[in-house]
């Protein structure tokens, strides 16, 4: 199993930034993505970023290109999340994840989900 605990959520005025951390534990062996996915009040949960995580890979979702900068660093066993230019449409709490598999935006091919962690984006 992975075990994954997010930080770094808060808020901010539009135009801000904030540096999402994931930090994973346990079986890293089992890892292949790392995911960053938001889910705002009332809407489904959506996929903004990910990672391959030996390789290095990066794909952005379209509401995260140009704005958001997704890193590993493989010896902490940290993803981050780096926002700028945040707006009041990127309010949502976000979750990391991990898929032993899959490099793509479906949340049900991720296998371990952290707890989330919440960001206001006022304007």
């Known amino acids: 199993q992975v075990q994954l605990v997010e930080s770094g959520g808060g808020s901010v005025q539009a135009g801000g930034s904030l540096r999402l951390s994931c930090a994973a534990s346990?079986?890293?062996?089992?890892?292949?993505?790392a995911g960053w996915f938001r889910q705002a009040s009332g809407k489904e949960r959506e996929c903004v970023a990910r990672?391959?995580?030996?390789?290095?890979?990066?794909y952005y979702e379209r509401p995260a290109k140009g704005r958001f900068t997704i890193s590993r660093d493989n010896d902490k066993n940290t993803v981050y999340l780096q926002m700028s230019s945040l707006k009041p449409e990127d309010t949502a709490v976000y979750y990391c994840?991990?898929?032993?598999?899959?490099?793509?935006?479906?949340?049900?091919?991720?296998?371990?989900w952290g707890q989330g962690t919440q960001v206001t984006v006022s304007s």
């Open positions: 994840a991990v898929s032993s598999y899959y490099f793509g935006p479906q949340s049900s091919k991720y296998d371990y």
């Open positions: 346990g079986r890293m062996s089992e890892i292949y993505t």
């Open positions: 990672i391959n995580w030996n390789g290095g890979n990066t």
